[in-house]
């Protein structure tokens, strides 16, 4: 929220300085987050008065103006149209840097003619749009003096952040409640005359959805004149980040700011039938004041006249019933909406309003009455007119709650020593009262614009406890957090630095591992892929719909309803979309040669989340002497994955790959990694040309991708000493004929089965097809390593190996030896 220094002291009486102010603000869990002085980068420019302006000598538009600032006079080349003689203007000495240009002024020349500064129209000063000529003064503007100062720019705009439970704190006056109790200064009170009215409200309330509305107030204001605010009024607004519009609106955005109490005004001669429903949507369709059109439904609170809904209520209002220029009668909403319908109706929108944001975290129920008669005399003082009397449904609802507070806590649970006193005098600063104190304990009343405190729990209990612990366990909470809540408020007042920080108990002279079996899995993979040379990348874990069907076959029910920008509208259902785009990013800015990865969640279905580790290659292979660069293929993909399956302990030698990659990858240059028949590690291969041209990479790029939740934690077992032999290996190699649809892997397999305690390994060196082989007939060589353990191994010992190796493979693959 911002606001300006100016608007916080119209509420809290201080003599602090703003750098004490920012100082407690941030102290007391108002995180200051910005303070904007433009008087500062103001500070250079100084009000002058043009002696002279004469045609420049050498130039047609230009003009050598003799500007005064008091102490000096200066030659100023200036070709701004309404540069003239006697006028007052903005001068920017050399040295002053220009904010709406960038520049830093120097003397210099132009066309020959000396120039010592320049004259500046608002743009330059970043004040406006205006750029058409210099700023023009009035004659009463002292001359030498600053501009900033004199043109009551030296109003400080703080900005600070709001957590979610502080609803009173999205007020001017909120904010400066917390600052008194903290004790800079004391808070102003607010106590409006209240208007009596004459006459009914020619428009009436009606009720028809109470649970989110249980209390609304409103009066007509006849005879105005609507037109544009009050210098003061637009300052104030402007500081907020809000833009003035008219003098009603600006009314009541002025109050949702001011006070934290949103109101809403509809012109009166525009609304029909003389009566304003609250009631559920039906489907219809308004045109709200956002530019936007709005389609209500049954879960959406609205305000409807005969004509149809006006408005989407505590969110937007409509633009058919919209104050303007023209309005002379306007109906004043004052309601109070229920949060959570608030909440739910803004999220089904995505309608972000000032409005909406006080509602849903909850406003003061007791200032309705005194807000509308603080925002009726502000009308009538600025836009005339005569109030009718208040209209109403529902009521008042039972807000008043009690909280209790035992001293001791202060120091056993807050670790603070408190007086009783001081954390009575503190709460009471914050317009909590006493309602019984002893020697032990107090017992406050909850003032009601503090509704983060001894409210009922927000968040439903999990339906799997045990009826007798759920009981246990909300009456405990019951008991238990409102004093929870004024233990933190006196804590906060005193500073939250004050607050002695505490270590955690040890529970153990060694302590236990600070990272989980998972976390350090994931550490792993990202160090592999890192030295494998792969960039990481962490991207959004969603994307464009239009993106996701290019992975996914149509799945609709990832989209997201309410996202965070139009092109991030659906999870992802692999990290290789989301890599691809970075890529295509990289790509069409000149880096292409690149490997990137990722490791972080996807989404393959509704309700299932999956930690995956993605890897894609585009281009080629970094330059070597050792070899010329090359395209990476799908072996290059299947490379990263092997080395992360067996970094993190998965049994490689019982890892295959099948050649049913998913759609997006090349049918003919991927496969998918298995353990089993049953266990799916993940893919590889080269993305599918139509992919990469819908996505703008390269044909060719290889991509990966692992499901890390799926690889078996590596069973430990106790380390012994390696068994060495102390005999030498053998190696033997054979080449077989097979369909060339065989899979080498099926060959590797057979012959290391052949016999397992003689063969420790088995290497595909070779593959062949062409002349003196069958059509659709390969030849796959295979290096097979022989390691005797107790003796070596007898010419006869070898070929009976090698005749197992030959019935195995031929057994399996149908494949005959090559003579």
Known sequence: MKFSLSWLKTWLETQASLGDITETLSSIGLEVEHVENAALA??????????????????????VCRVSTGSAELSVVCGAPNARSGM????APPGAFIPGTGITLKVGEIRGVKSEGMLVSKRELNLGEDHDGIIELPEAAPVGAAYAQWAGLDDPVIEISVTPNRGDALSVRGVARDLAAAGLGSLKPFRPAAIAGRGPSRIIWRNDFPEACPWVLGRVISGLTNGESPDWLKARLSSAGLRPINTLVDITNFFTIDLGRPLHVFDADKVSGGELVLRRGKGENFAGLHGKQVTVGQGDCVIADAAGVQSLAGIVG???????????SVFIECALFDRVHIAQSGQRHAIHSDARQRFERGIDPALLTPALDAATAM???LCGGEASTVT??????????????????????????VAPDEAVGALEKLGFTIYRRDAERVIMDVPSWRNDIAQAPALDQSLELEPGIAEAAAAGAKEVEPEVDLIEEVLRLRGLDAIIPQSLPH????????????????????????????????????????TAEHFTAGDDSLRLANPIAADLDQMRPSAIATLATAAARNIARGYGDLGLFEIGPVYPALGRQVLAAAGLRTGETPLSAVAPPRKYDALDAKADALAVLGTLGAPLEAVTATPDAPAYFHPGQSGVLRQGPSITLGHFGALHPTICARLDLPVGSVAFELFLDEIAEPKRRKKTAPILSAFQPLRRDFAFLLPETTPADAVIRAAKGADRKLITGVTLFDRYSGPNLLAGQVSLAIAVTLQPVEASLTEAEIDSVSAKIIAAVQNATGGVLRA
Not at 48 to 60: G, K, L, R, T
Not at 393 to 409: H, I, M, N
């Open 42 to 63: 103001l500070a250079p420019f100084l009000i002058a008065e043009v002696i002279e302006a004469a045609p420049h000598p050498n130039a047609d538009r230009l003009r």
């Open 88 to 91: 007052k203007a903005v001068f």
């Open 318 to 328: 409509g633009e058919a019933t919209g104050c303007d220029a023209s309005t002379k």
């Open 379 to 381: 009308v009538l003082q």
């Open 392 to 417: 109403q449904a529902g009521a008042q609802p039972l807000w008043r709650r009690k909280a209790g507070l035992r001293f001791s806590r202060l120091k056993s649970f807050g670790g603070s020593d």
């Open 507 to 546: 529970h153990a002279a060694i302590p236990a591992p600070i990272l989980t079996p998972r976390q350090t899995r994931t550490a792993l993979a990202r160090r592999v892929l890192a030295a494998r040379g792969l960039m990481e990348c962490v991207t959004f874990s969603f994307l464009s719909h239009e």
